[in-house]
């Protein structure tokens, strides 16, 4: 019983070793996170979708029909998932600092993309913002740029 724990652990261990996911895992994990806060308001209207595939295009250097793809298989792995953790985990361990607050600066175009902000949409960010590890302080300045960026600075305040 003790050998197969520690045989388990071992795994385990070499597996937490591999901290770069291979890049079509790393594009659908944020792909899916994108497509959870489009969703996150109960439905995900064609502002939002078409925000996530020109957030995708411009990020990964996709062209317009491998971003409109990588969104469908967004969008079927964010139906089959119950959790944010894996999507995440594979953002955290293969994002550097500066491409995880930029990921964050993405959710928040995808959260603002039909000019409302809701508190599910809200929630999610900052809930993504602690799993990934990016600090409050950097997810409102990347809030503000957006905010900026699209013209709906009078909703600064909510």
Sequence with gaps: ??????????????????TTADPATLKLAAAA???????????A??????????LLAAHFGLAEDEAAALTEAAREAVANSVELYSFT??????????D?????????????????LHDFEANLVRRICGLIYVPDRESGEARKRVLEQLDLSSQEAT
């Excluded at 985990?89 to 500066?98: A, L, P, V, W």
């Design 1 to 18: 019983m003790i050998k197969k724990l520690k045989s388990l652990l071992a795994a385990r261990k070499g597996k937490d070793a591999e």
């Design 33 to 43: 996170l994108l497509m959870e806060a489009a969703c996150m308001d109960g439905h």
């Design 45 to 54: 209207d064609d502002g939002e979708i078409t925000t996530v595939k020109a």
């Design 89 to 98: 985990r594979t953002i955290k361990d293969s994002f550097n600092h500066e």
């Design 100 to 116: 995880r607050v930029r990921m964050i600066e993405m959710l928040w175009q995808v959260a603002y993309a039909d000019g409302i």
